[in-house]
């Protein structure tokens, strides 16, 4: 069995992100990354929006609000340096009726409360110069937001790390299935292989409250999957959207609403919708599974969010299998969008923790096990942040 001095779960941008600082801290030791798949970035990392947050939306002081922003500064060189695709290119959240105005408002205080600069309101002519086929009453352009491949970044971080020198793997089709504590130390054993480590950080993003309860850490909240499906601008429409187009977020939720992005292959997706998976690693609409079925429907929290949130889920459930209401959607942002412009896209799944009082976790958490540092909960922006979040992590590991 090989030995290391310390090893991360999970081959997202989180691991990734880890794995690379934990070596620029400790360059003399021993490292491995566990990936179950057979590549990185296979789940939410290679399945989200591509965007650079600017901090915007999360309250002062959050973990959120503190990591997006120092992840922000340290994501831009970073993409620079090792020629990951990334483009800082603006975006407009439009309050398309009178009774949005006020969230905007409270939108562009959290922005300067988050140290945002350049922050420009717009009227409905301001939009138009933004982005010509977008209406509304007020929108509000934030310079920093921008785009990236977060599936580039992520090989980036790891190939950064297994080219130095020193004794760092990646070991992929490693699906960590038990975990001991043996000799001062965790043994990680599944796909027919076994390592050790000294101490162990998980980050399994959609797995990660089953890790960190087979590792026996304190967790009170679930996983639970909702799915977000985006169309895509038809060849003929994609120049309906020159950057990023927001709505103004309902702030019961903690999804930002469906939006128009520019990705950096130069498609545009719109969306994502929100609605709860019968999957955690599901990406069709009729995708199922019994386990993460009865598990999530077998928690108190879940009937609980359904309890409240019926109203909000019915209509995310109605646009998932519904085009027409999904246009209608976003023809909110987009009057002149017609059906033939949309083209079925892909999907991703959010891994969001839920307390068993049916709220949604909003913040990120990590929890310490005896060995071990589990990144239980990590929602958008934590791609954009996963340098500062990682920043943190390392922090809490000792050798
Ligand atoms: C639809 C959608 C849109 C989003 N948009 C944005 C955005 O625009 N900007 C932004 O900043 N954030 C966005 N996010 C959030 C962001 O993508 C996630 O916060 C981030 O990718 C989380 O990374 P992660 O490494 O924790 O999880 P993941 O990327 O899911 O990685 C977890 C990894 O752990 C592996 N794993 C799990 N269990 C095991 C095991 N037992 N053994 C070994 N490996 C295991 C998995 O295979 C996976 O590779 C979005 C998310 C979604 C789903």
């Given at each position: 069995?090989?030995?290391?001095?310390?090893?991360?779960?999970?081959?997202g941008?989180?691991g990734?992100?880890?794995l690379y600082k934990?070596r620029?801290?400790?360059?003399?030791?021993?490292?491995?990354?566990?990936?179950k798949e057979s590549e990185?970035?296979?789940?939410?990392t290679?399945r989200?929006?591509?965007v650079?947050?600017?901090?915007?939306?999360?309250?002062?002081?959050?973990?959120?609000a503190?990591?997006?922003l120092?992840?922000?500064r340290q994501?831009?060189?970073?993409?620079?340096?090792?020629d990951v695709?990334?483009?800082?290119?603006?975006?407009?959240v439009v309050a398309?009726e009178?009774s949005?105005?006020p969230?905007?408002?409270t939108?562009y205080?959290?922005g300067i409360n988050?140290g945002?600069?350049?922050?420009?309101?717009l009227?409905?002519?301001?939009?138009?110069?933004?982005?010509?086929?977008?209406a509304g009453?007020?929108?509000?352009?934030?310079p920093?937001?921008g785009?990236v491949d977060y599936?580039?970044?992520?090989?980036?971080?790891?190939?950064?790390?297994t080219?130095?020198?020193?004794?760092?793997e990646?070991?992929?089709?490693f699906?960590?299935?038990s975990i001991?504590?043996?000799?001062n130390?965790?043994q990680?054993?599944?796909?027919?292989?076994?390592?050790?480590?000294e101490?162990?950080?998980?980050c399994?993003g959609l797995q990660?409250?089953?890790?960190a309860?087979?590792?026996?850490a304190?967790?009170?909240v679930?996983i639970?999957p909702?799915?977000?499906?985006?169309?895509?601008?038809?060849?003929?429409?994609?120049?309906?959207?020159?950057?990023?187009?927001?709505?103004v977020?309902?702030p019961q939720?903690?999804?930002?609403?469906v939006?128009?992005t520019?990705m950096?292959?130069?498609?545009?997706e719109c969306?994502p919708n929100?609605?709860?998976s019968?999957?955690?690693?599901g990406?069709?609409k009729?995708?199922?599974?019994?386990?993460?079925?009865l598990e999530s429907l077998?928690?108190?929290?879940?009937?609980?969010?359904f309890?409240?949130?019926?109203?909000?889920g019915?209509?995310?459930?109605?646009?998932?299998?519904?085009?027409?209401?999904?246009?209608k959607?976003?023809?909110?942002?987009m009057p002149?969008?017609?059906?033939?412009?949309?083209?079925p896209?892909?999907?991703?799944?959010?891994a969001?923790a839920?307390r068993?009082?049916?709220?949604?976790v909003?913040?990120?958490?990590?929890v310490r096990?005896?060995?071990a540092?589990?990144?239980?909960?990590?929602?958008?922006?934590?791609?954009?942040?996963c340098?500062?979040?990682?920043?943190?992590?390392?922090?809490?590991v000792?050798?």
């Amino acid at each position: 069995m090989k030995k290391f001095d310390l090893a991360v779960v999970g081959g997202g941008i989180i691991g990734a992100a880890t794995l690379y600082k934990l070596r620029q801290k400790f360059p003399d030791a021993r490292l491995v990354l566990l990936e179950k798949e057979s590549e990185s970035a296979l789940h939410q990392t290679g399945r989200n929006s591509g965007v650079i947050h600017s901090g915007l939306y999360y309250a002062p002081g959050s973990l959120k609000a503190q990591t997006c922003l120092d992840g922000y500064r340290q994501l831009i060189p970073f993409c620079q340096e090792h020629d990951v695709f990334h483009e800082v290119c603006g975006k407009v959240v439009v309050a398309t009726e009178e009774s949005e105005r006020p969230r905007l408002q409270t939108l562009y205080e959290r922005g300067i409360n988050n140290g945002l600069k350049g922050l420009e309101w717009l009227d409905s002519c301001g939009i138009r110069s933004h982005e010509p086929f977008i209406a509304g009453v007020q929108g509000l352009y934030v310079p920093q937001t921008g785009i990236v491949d977060y599936r580039g970044m992520t090989r980036a971080l790891l190939s950064h790390v297994t080219s130095g020198a020193g004794v760092h793997e990646v070991l992929y089709d490693f699906r960590v299935e038990s975990i001991a504590e043996r000799e001062n130390g965790l043994q990680l054993a599944g796909s027919g292989q076994a390592v050790w480590a000294e101490q162990v950080v998980f980050c399994g993003g959609l797995q990660a409250d089953r890790l960190a309860v087979q590792d026996g850490a304190n967790v009170d909240v679930k996983i639970v999957p909702f799915r977000g499906d985006y169309y895509e601008l038809a060849p003929h429409a994609k120049n309906k959207v020159r950057h990023l187009v927001y709505p103004v977020p309902d702030p019961q939720f903690p999804f930002l609403g469906v939006h128009f992005t520019r990705m950096h292959d130069g498609s545009v997706e719109c969306g994502p919708n929100a609605v709860f998976s019968f999957k955690r690693e599901g990406y069709s609409k009729t995708s199922f599974d019994w386990t993460d079925t009865l598990e999530s429907l077998g928690y108190a929290g879940t009937w609980k969010l359904f309890a409240k949130q019926w109203r909000y889920g019915l209509g995310e459930y109605e646009r998932a299998f519904s085009k027409s209401k999904f246009l209608k959607a976003l023809q909110r942002l987009m009057p002149d969008l017609q059906a033939e412009d949309l083209i079925p896209g892909r999907s991703g799944v959010r891994a969001q923790a839920l307390r068993s009082d049916g709220t949604l976790v909003d913040d990120f958490v990590f929890v310490r096990g005896q060995r071990a540092i589990h990144v239980v909960n990590a929602p958008s922006p934590a791609a954009t942040a996963c340098l500062a979040i990682a920043d943190k992590i390392v922090s809490l590991v000792e050798v």
